[in-house]
């Protein structure tokens, strides 16, 4: 394993672990998850340069657009639970409460 490989491969593990681990505010979980998604789309892009094909060109630039909808979506997920709930913490949502 390369050190660049390793480098993402850890960035990688890192947001999974910050997702898993460090669930107290909604903002956090969804910042870990833009690190995912983050580290994906440059180890996805260096790959595209390493084979140096055209065919795989368009995959990164793919994901990056799905990336910004998702944090889109994530953000007026979290705006819509502060509003209703007052807060951002995820022990304070509850699915029975409206």
Known sequence: MTPVHFAFSATF??????LTFHRN??????LCL?????S???????WTLQ???INFSPTPMLM?????CEASAGLALLVATSRTHGT???QALNILQC
């Open 13 to 18: 593990i890192l947001g999974l672990m910050g």
């Open 25 to 30: 505010h909604l903002l956090s979980a969804l």
């Open 34 to 38: 833009e690190g995912m998604m983050l």
């Open 40 to 46: 994906l789309y440059v180890a996805l892009s260096l």
């Open 51 to 53: 084979l140096n094909s």
């Open 64 to 68: 990056l657009a799905f990336s910004a």
């Open 88 to 90: 951002d913490r995820l």
